[in-house]
């Protein structure tokens, strides 16, 4: 059974920063993408961060560019979300998704393809 748990959320003024990790136990990463998407009260979850293989790289939603950087050590089966100078509407639930072999392809996928996603994280953001 995979089990996937987020940490690093919380409380922070508008302009702070924030580490968010995503760990996986239960199976080991080898070709999975774990990205990240959040959802704010009244929407709809959105896609937040992606990363993969080198010739990709890592892949932002316009609304965090600039502002988030997404990494990974993969000998943990861990990803991190370092966020930077936060603004309010970055409040949300913060959650890691799995798709099992999907590291090498070139965008992030539908939230109904993902196959595990942990409970997520809160961020609020102060203004």
């Known amino acids: 059974q995979v089990h996937v748990v987020e940490s690093g959320g919380g409380l922070v003024q508008a302009g702070g920063s924030l580490r968010l990790s995503c760990a996986a136990s239960g199976r080991t990463r080898i070709n999975d993408a774990m990205d990240w998407f959040r959802q704010a009260p009244g929407k709809e979850r959105e896609f937040v961060a992606a990363i993969r293989w080198s010739v990709v790289g890592t892949m932002y939603a316009d609304s965090v560019k600039g502002r988030f950087i997404m990494s990974e050590v993969n000998a943990k089966n861990t990803v991190y979300l370092q966020m930077n100078n936060l603004k309010p509407e970055d409040t949300a639930l913060y959650s890691c998704?799995?798709?099992?072999?999907?590291?090498?392809?070139?965008?992030?996928?539908?939230?109904?393809?993902?196959?595990?996603w942990g409970q997520g994280t809160q961020v609020t953001v102060s203004s």
């Open positions: 998704a799995i798709k099992i072999g999907g590291y090498y392809s070139s965008s992030y996928y539908p939230v109904g393809v993902y196959d595990y």
